[in-house]
């Protein structure tokens, strides 16, 4: 059984930066592509970058593009998203996924989510 769980929200200043990091049980992660979406409250969860497991390009939204970078720890069996230059616009509760084809930008097995606040 997949287990996905992350850690590393809270509550930041405008300009500021938050490290997310997520840690995957029950599978062979080195060979899943993996994720991260974001919801905010009354919208749809979206796609904020994707990461395959190939090594190969990353994926991301255009909203994030030049802040955020995902990256991965196989041998820790992590994702990470580091996120700077925050804005207000970029809260939400951010979940980590796996993701069967990146180009799809699709979640497949999902953690529980951690909240990043971003204050004006």
């Known amino acids: 059984q997949v287990r996905l769980v992350e850690s590393g929200g809270g509550l930041v200043q405008a300009g500021g930066s938050l490290r997310l990091s997520c840690v995957a049980s029950g599978l062979t992660f080195r060979s899943y592509n993996m994720g991260w979406f974001r919801q905010s409250p009354g919208k749809e969860r979206d796609f904020v970058a994707g990461i395959p497991w190939t090594g190969g390009p990353k994926y991301y939204a255009d909203s994030v593009k030049g802040r955020f970078t995902i990256f991965r720890d196989n041998g820790k069996n992590t994702v990470y998203l580091q996120m700077n230059s925050l804005k207000p616009e970029d809260t939400a509760i951010y979940y980590c996924?796996?993701?069967?084809?990146?180009?799809?930008?699709?979640?497949?097995?999902w953690g529980q989510g951690t909240q990043v606040t971003v204050s004006s």
């Open positions: 996924a796996t993701i069967i084809e990146l180009a799809g930008r699709r979640g497949n097995s």
